[in-house]
């Protein structure tokens, strides 16, 4: 037995993996056991700030319910095994699927938490690369798909996004987001909320457009409530609105303007979207819209921020483009205070190769067999991985593998059909951490370290941050003698699927991995290691092995000429300084320029050209339904954790008071609410904060299915999957991103 002693207490540094904040975290450790949790005061970033979730990183290792040795499927129930076993068990029943049809009869779906994980990041490619299957998906066409497709075209990265100079701005016009619950999103920056109100606190002002007044709203200057799904015609009447009234000139968009193609046909497209065409569709009065527009082209410094209400909508790509295309008009592209590019430290495309030289965005290079989805980045959208399970023929999809993802909770109809669908597969791998409502169907699982147990960079969201910071955090734990690294996981599981058997060893991937990257960067002309020799640079990097030597090559080979060793040695991170101009060396497009009017948005324009016709003709159409965040929840995973679930149940349908008088419902009774899809029956929560005709719930919830072993989330916290009303079969054209928001749906008193 050992004693103890506070002698052996100590504190650890390390960045909290939940969400994009990236908050630094202060953890008191004493021996293998976790103290206490508290915000890094010293973190040259989030300087203390911690939300929630952030402390729930000792309940989730101490969660009795999350899965520590791999789980193999024997007779339905899952029995445990070693890594060997599990690693055989692959090879033996998912090879000879592959061999008998081919590889796309295997699927793979990378989930969200892969974007917060730096082993997962790097290794997880290699696992796609071995199956080799073109039925690939992740939780992306659910989420940011549209923007990336936006930033892609007009600036020539998918993740060369413009995020909004907060800090800095004098106007914030913010639509379908709401980060005092989701801390931000594709604009990382801890502590969302103060610096919201610092704007205001300087003399600034915020506009929030959602069809909910959210917290965030709540503390606006100004709250416009708009109609689910309608943000891309609102975005063309200030476009509109801009042009017509002759805000946009070459000097008010200043130097930007010389990179800057494509502005005409904007100008010709906006056209019929004048304020009083789109005043009845989106809700937002015609006098509104134009007011809008005149401030956010007169504001010193003026910023417009779309997120994930902009993208899951039927209109997404376009709505994501036109966030960007008004940045650009009223002159606040790349400049303080309005949308900026982050210079990230590690990883970033726009740091890498020749400027203003690129290759384009291809769309659609291919498309999914049932419903022919384009492809789009290498991807098939998620709307349609159910009917590619069910619909037999060549190609059909036979197996599956989830790494970090949870479709059944994520994905429209996932509760339902997907359900049913996963139900049907000849064989299942989850790399996940829970026996969840997904994982249930899977025949292996194989188990992944908790985050206290693996070391931490955010290679892909500080690519948009809000500073320029880098930070890296090493384990807070030492792994256990059986458990395998995330990153050893995934290359073990690559090399099976590449038919190298159970026992390869997984560090020729990562020698492999290292040696590709070292050869692609010797032969860049642009890299600082041009021209050297592949070996020597390879001596520098060791002893280091996995995440680590790649991470400190990407680092030495980025902007800022940091190593690993720096950031070691600076545990609160290094600030790089707030964000610069970038143009025009940041672009990567294939002219070179900032392309306002890219071909496939102009195309998808006809789109919206028909809708605002038969949207207007069309009357009231009945109840739609949209989501929410809650700060204390993360999309599907963390409601086992009794600390974030504890207290009134947050899983509740929004009802306006008159849809709720109307109805005969009351707070706390229950309602059905029915779509093309399911039903689900739910508490009402009566309130003004939602629009009349405009109900919400939150996803991720639903726990309470035979096999999840989830003992809190299943029983006290189970609430209810908004995924079975969410319908596959609506999707935003250009994308095949999911619409999560703007569902119709009936809703009645039970
Ligand atoms: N209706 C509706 N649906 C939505 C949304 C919405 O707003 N409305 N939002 C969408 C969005 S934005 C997203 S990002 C998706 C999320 O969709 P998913 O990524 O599919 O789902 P998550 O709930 O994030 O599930 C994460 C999974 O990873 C596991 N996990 C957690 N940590 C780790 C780890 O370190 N390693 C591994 N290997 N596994 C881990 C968890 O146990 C869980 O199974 O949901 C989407 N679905
Ligand atoms: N606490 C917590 N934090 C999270 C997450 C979480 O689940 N919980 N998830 C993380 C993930 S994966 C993501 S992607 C981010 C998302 O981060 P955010 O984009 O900030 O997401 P939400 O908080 O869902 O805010 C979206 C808002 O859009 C509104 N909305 C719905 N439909 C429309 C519409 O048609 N138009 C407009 N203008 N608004 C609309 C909703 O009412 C909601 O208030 O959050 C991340 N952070
Ligand atoms: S805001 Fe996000 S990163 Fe910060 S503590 Fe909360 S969950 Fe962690
Ligand atoms: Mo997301």
Known sequence: MTITTEAETRTAIRTCPLCEAGCGLEITVKGDEVVRIRGDRDDVFSHGFICPKGSTLKQLREDPDRVRTPLIKRDGQFVEASYDEAFHEIAQRLLPILDAHGRDSAAIYIGNPTAHNLGAQLFGRFVIRALGSGNMFSASTVDQRPKEISSA????????????????????????????????????????PGRLEAIRARGGRLVVVDPRRSRTAEVADEHLFIRPGTDAFFLMAIVQTLFSDGLVTAERIGTVHEYVTGLDEVERLSKPFTPEAVAPITGINADTIRRVAHELADAPTACVYGRIGTCTQEFGTLASWLVDVINVCTGNLDSAGGAMFTKAAAGAS????????????????????????????????????????????????????????????????????????????????????????????????????????????????????????????????????????????LARLALVLQGMGADADPAT?????????????????????????????????????????????????????????????????????????????????????????????????????????????????GFVLVGRRDLRSNNSWMHNLSVLVKGKPRCTLHLHPDDAARLGLDTGAPAEVRSRTGAVTIPVEVTDAIMPGVVSIPHGWGHDLDGVQLSIAATTAAGVNSNLLADEMLFDAISGNAVLNGIPVTVTAQ
């Open 350 to 489: 726009n740091t890498r190769g020749t400027p203003r030289v690129g290759r384009g965005l291809r769309l659609g290079r291919r498309h999914s067999r049932v419903r022919g989805m384009p492809e789009s980045m290498g991807e098939l959208p998620a709307v349609v991985l159910a009917e590619e399970i069910e619909t037999e023929g060549e190609g059909q999809i036979r197996a599956l593998i989830t790494m970090a993802g949870n479709p059944v909770c994520s994905i429209p109809n996932g509760g339902g059909r997907l359900d049913r669908a996963f139900a049907t597969l000849e064989f299942m791998v989850s790399v996940d951490i829970y026996v969840n409502e997904t994982t249930r169907h899977a025949d292996v699982i194989l188990p992944v370290p908790d985050p206290l147990s693996k070391s931490h960079y955010d290679l892909a969201l500080l690519q948009l941050g809000l500073r320029n910071v880098a930070n890296y955090s090493p384990p807070v734990f030492p792994l256990d003698d059986e458990q395998p690294d995330e990153w050893e996981v």
């Open 153 to 192: 075209l007009m600036f020539g990265g998918g993740l060369t996004i413009p995020v909004p100079d907060i800090d800095r701005t004098d106007y914030l016009l913010m639509l379908g987001a709401n980060p005092y619950a989701s801390n931000g999103s594709l604009a990382t920056a801890p502590d969302w």
């Open 509 to 621: 991937v990562d020698d492999l991995a290292i040696r590709s990257l070292v050869e692609h960067a010797v032969a860049d002309e642009t890299s600082p290691v041009h021209g050297r020799s592949v070996d020597e640079v390879l001596d520098e990097l060791a002893p280091r092995t996995g995440p680590e030597r790649l991470l400190d090559f990407m680092l030495r080979t980025g902007p800022y000429d940091l190593t690993l060793d720096d950031l070691i040695a600076n545990p609160h991170g290094i600030d790089l300084g707030a964000l610069e101009p970038r143009l025009p060396d940041v672009l990567r497009t294939p002219s070179g320029m900032v392309e306002l009017a890219p071909e496939p948005l102009v195309g998808d324009m006809a789109r919206l050209e028909r809708a605002l016709d038969e949207r207007s003709a069309a009357g009231d159409a």
